[in-house]
């Protein structure tokens, strides 16, 4: 396992809230008329992470080149936080020809083949492809391991079972990621899901599960740690659950009228929690506070100034690519 | 409908709630299931004050489960319950389809006709709003293709309402496939063919019956769902300029009204199919088929067809509305056909 570096963890948080907060802005500054989901410069639905970023900061902190995500419809943490390219990323956000993928995917669609990253809109179906990607490190001999990451609803998918099973039996360098934000769009989990934790689902597969509490970026960072080097020591697959927090609405427009905690949810908001702390050991200042925030207010500005510089894709583009 | 019948405007998607309501008033044996149904109203508001009118016991949210609660749908169906069933949106068929295909559709005829599936599955359809390549499709003719489900596909409120009381009243399966764009919400651009007057009572629309939307004489476009709203709106700009089309709403795919749309292509002589739907083995070829085995002698210009060029529904906007039927294109294609 790697060292825990809790600067660097702490930096990248805020390098993704940033994102997803302007991303947010930028939403909503230009949609005209105001309520027309289709409109605007960034256009169709829009699920944010905020909130959820140690759950991406504490797994990718452990991966290397060569080492597979597949995502679900709220990507965008895990992308930033396993390196892929900002403009790019947001440039296909915009629906340019400089996206990752010239404006065809969006953003549930987000596909970057150098740092095998994927997403899905639909949902836990990530998680047989993670299984594929394992299975193709595991033939070419590598140790590189895949994170299939889904939603706490997205646990009660056929897909979400056959997988377990699948790199269960064939003991895959795979590791599961369930980002437990207590809601499915209007759902609750109690509501939808037999069972309190999703990591107790692991032991009917053989595998070890572990829930993290409290959306706690080191916890989690220990977790991924020894189920990352599990699969690299070609021991199998592992299931973590982190109980996380969907700071926004599921989708941008969401008002959110089904859900009873909204008001303390800006209370739970786990980076001021660990900039406390962290200010507590010693290790951050007021002084890095701001440079970290500034660092990437710069880059992710400089990232939208990309996408917007980009050209629209031609109308008779969306003919290419049907094959290869 | 008679004239003592209070009428008031209300969208698409209050329409079809409203169906379903008066059906869960009428018979017990009615309820709800589906992702977001209960207190959301239904993500694209087709379950509206459901939720306050029934409670949880008869609207129910399920887990994400589409296999499972499609498949408890059936079950429920074959002990003599009415489920109206949601799938949020057609595109996640691809994790049920063995449910929807191989038992709701199935049953009735592998049972040599002793075992029923009254069930409705309802399910959001469409493009135009840059959902991207897996939450915008039609696939209308993918249902329609595989025997043993009726399939339904209302264009307005008052066929939303009347074709959703005559599902629930069908003792068949029914895939209900309203258009996103259609369903008159707040938060999507519409047509103000979204909202219309509809009767407060219950009232029915036949399924299998295709609608004549507007009359005309001179191109017959044969169309559904939410191109009938572009469609009326290119007829009516193109009758300022001495083109008189006739726009067929076919209202129901399966059974599919041949002889409404045989006519009106037999009075006009020039047809023009436009489909939301992919184009190569659907609904088009489906009604080019349909005129060719009657009598190719009916039209008087080769058959026209507008639907998505075989590819994924793409994000950006221009690629999205560079495959789309848009009015301009229908308006295109209807020169065509009178040059
Ligand atoms: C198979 C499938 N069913 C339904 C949906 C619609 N849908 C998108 S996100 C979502 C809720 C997902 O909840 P969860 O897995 O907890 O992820 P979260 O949104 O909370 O991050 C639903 C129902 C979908 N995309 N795919
Ligand atoms: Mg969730």
């Known amino acids: 396992m790697g060292d825990l570096d809790r600067l660097a963890m702490y930096t990248q948080m805020v390098r993704i809230r940033q994102y997803e907060s302007r991303i947010m802005q930028e939403y909503h ?8 989901i289709g409109a605007g410069l960034i256009p169709g639905e829009m699920h944010l992470a905020a909130g959820q970023e140690p759950a991406a900061v ?10 597979a995500i597949t995502a679900p419809h709220r990507p965008h943490h895990f992308a930033l936080a396993h390196g892929v390219d900002m403009n790019k990323m947001t440039a296909e956000i915009y629906g340019r020809t400089g996206g990752l993928c010239k404006g065809k995917g969006g953003h549930m669609h987000l596909f ?15 998680l047989p492809v993670a299984c594929g990607q394992a299975m193709a490190f595991k033939r070419k001999g590598t ?16 897909a979400f079972h056959e997988s377990l099973n699948l790199a269960a039996v064939w003991n895959l360098p795979v590791i599961f990621v369930i980002e437990d934000n207590d809601w499915a769009i209007s759902v609750p989990k109690d509501a939808s899901t037999a069972g309190a934790s999703n990591a107790d689902r692991a032991a009917g597969y053989g595998m070890p599960g572990v829930r993290v509490e409290d959306n706690d970026v080191e916890a989690m960072f220990e977790a991924a740690g020894a ?19 969907r700071l926004f609405g599921h989708f941008e427009g969401d008002a959110q009228a089904y859900r009873p905690e909204l008001e303390t949810v800006n209370d739970r908001d786990p980076i001021p929690k660990y900039a406390a702390s962290l200010k507590e050991l010693g290790e951050l200042s007021d002084d890095q506070i701001a440079a970290i925030q500034a660092d990437a207010d710069a880059e992710v500005d400089a990232a939208i100034e990309f996408a917007k510089s980009s050209p629209e894709p031609a109308p008779e583009d969306a003919l290419l690519h049907v094959f290869a | 409908m008679s004239t003592t019948t209070e009428t008031r405007r209300i969208t698409t998607a209050k329409a079809m709630a409203e169906g379903i309501g008066l059906e869960m008033q009428r018979d017990p044996n ?57 799938l949020m949106f057609v595109d996640f068929y691809g994790v049920c389809m063995d449910q929807i295909s191989n038992h709701m559709a199935k049953i009735h005829y592998e049972s040599g006709g002793n075992v029923k599936v009254p ?20 696939l209308w003719g993918t249902f329609a293709h595989l025997p043993g489900m009726k399939v339904v596909v209302p264009s307005n409120p008052y066929d939303a309402k009347g074709l959703m009381i005559s599902a629930i009243q069908d003792d068949n399966p029914v895939m209900y496939m309203f258009h996103k764009g259609g369903q008159g919400l707040v938060w999507m651009e519409k047509n103000p063919r979204s909202i219309g007057e509809v009767p407060e009572e219950s009232y029915t629309v036949p399924i299998g019956k295709a609608a004549i939307a507007k009359e005309g004489s001179d191109v ?37 009204d041949t002889e409404t749309v045989l006519e009106s292509v037999g009075k006009t002589g020039r047809v023009l199919v436009v489909d939301e739907d992919y184009k190569s083995f659907g609904l088009t070829g489906e009604i080019a088929a349909v005129i060719a085995e009657t009598d190719p002698g009916l039209l008087k210009k080769p058959f026209s067809r507008l639907a998505v060029p075989d590819v994924p529904i793409p994000y950006a906007r221009p690629l999205e509305y560079g495959i789309l039927p848009t009015r301009d294109k229908i308006k295109a294609a209807v020169k065509d056909l009178m040059a």
């Not at chain 1, 970057?112 to 990530?126: L, R």
């Not at chain 1, 990352?228 to 927090?245: F, K, M, Q, W």
């Not at chain 2, 609207?59 to 319950?81: K, R």
């Not at chain 2, 009938?228 to 795919?253: K, P, Y």
Request: aromatic share 4%.
């Open chain 1, 143 to 158: 140790d590189n391991v895949a994170i299939a990451v889904t939603g706490e609803g997205a646990a009660n998918q056929g």
């Open chain 1, 58 to 67: 504490g797994v990718c902190a452990h991966l290397k080149k060569g080492d």
């Open chain 2, 30 to 86: 009615v309820f709800v299931m589906g992702e977001d149904v209960g207190a959301y109203g239904g993500i694209f508001g087709s379950t509206t004050d459901l939720f306050g009118e029934f409670g949880a016991d008869r609207v129910i949210d399920t887990p994400i489960s589409e296999t499972g609660f499609i498949g408890a749908g059936i079950g429920a169906a074959v002990e003599g319950l009415r489920p109206v069933v949601e």
């Open chain 1, 227 to 245: 189920a990352i080097d599990r699969a690299r020591a070609g021991d199998g697959p592992s299931l973590i659950e982190i109980h996380t927090l």
């Open chain 2, 119 to 138: 069930m409705v599955l309802m399910t959001a359809t469409g493009g135009g709003y840059s959902d991207a390549a897996q939450h915008s499709q039609c």
């Open chain 2, 220 to 256: 017959t476009i044969v169309t559904l769902s939410l191109s009938v709203q572009h469609s009326l709106d290119v007829a009516e700009e193109l009758e300022g300029e001495g083109i008189s089309v006739e726009v067929v709403d076919l209202r129901s795919l399966v059974p599919l």
């Open chain 1, 112 to 126: 970057d083949p150098e740092n095998h990253f994927s997403c899905s809109g639909i949902i836990a179906q990530g």
């Open chain 1, 29 to 36: 500054a230009d949609k005209s008329p105001a309520w027309d």
